[in-house]
């Protein structure tokens, strides 16, 4: 075989790994926030491309959002990602959701409200 | 973007609030000074159980005569306050917006039950203008305040349910939806609205005076 044959081979099983491993990361990324607290869903998962949206609102500390607390009080070295929210802020089934509703608003609208960027209404969220 | 929704949302909410209950407490205070200067003896008559009695027939589905004589029209009053007085307290996205200020919820209707219930209230609101075009009896009586008056209330259905489907240009109807809202509660002092505070008074003072000083019904 050419050497330059070889080197295109090479290149071309290269690009596929690389394309196959990223394609299977993006499959396991987070592009929707889709609590499986909530039973009965009122709207559609909330689309949320979570690298994408860190990066551009330029938060780098995971525990902005995936927070630890110990006697009530923020823990500033510890984070709790993949634990999705509602196994610590807990709903009860057949309960009101509301409570839980209520904490992924105070923190995503919440944080948008006070950088005066990023959706703050229902619909700009919760696309139909 | 934010900035306007924060203004409607925050400042607006509390000045529309604040308008409300003051107005309301200042008609119902001005009324009574009123009443006192021009009659005392509406203080005389007002009777607890006759007031009441009145009252009870009155918000009664066909409890009484005027009821009775117009089956369509009073279903069609009944459901339009039903709808009015339920959609904007028990609504899930008001709800949710209660809780995010202030922590408090309570019972909600489902979102297709409001969808129902803000077709049936913007149907009504299309019956009440055209029965006002068409029955000269009516006409007679409209003025321009009326439909005023009628678009005032109609505006938050129509704008609300917009902005839920999401139908084109939802944002800036999500805007004007809590402007409407906001216009009618501040609006409700200072029109005819203010039957909503009144009708216990008026409709006990008349329940009153048929019933203990003419030993009449007034249903
Ligand atoms: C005080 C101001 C008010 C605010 C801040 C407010 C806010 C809202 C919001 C955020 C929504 C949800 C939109 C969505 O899901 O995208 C909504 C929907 C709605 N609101 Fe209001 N609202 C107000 C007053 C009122 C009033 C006074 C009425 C009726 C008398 C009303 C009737 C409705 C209706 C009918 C819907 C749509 C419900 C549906 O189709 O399922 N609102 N409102």
Redesign the interface.
Known sequence: MEKRTLIIYTLIILLGCIFAVMSGYSQEDVTTVEDSAFEKKMRPGVPFLHDQHNEQAELDECNTCHHVYEDGKLVEYDSSEGQECSECHTINKGDNPISLVNIYHLQCKGCHQEKKAGPIMCSECHPR | ???I??FVSGPLVWASFIIFFAGCLYRLISMAVLARKKDVFVYEYMSFKFGLRSILHWITPFGTVKWRKNPFFTIVTFTFHICIIFIPIFL??H??LW??SWGV?W??I??TAADVLTIVAIASCIFFLVRRIVLPEVKYLTSISDYVILAIVAAPFITGFW????WPG??IM?ILHIIAGETMLAAIPFTRLIHMIFFPFTRGYMGSEFGAVRHAKDW
């Open positions: 973007m934010h900035d929704y924060n899930s996205a709800i949710i809780k995010e919820s019972w909600y489902s979102d902005t839920y489907h999401q939802f944002r999500g």
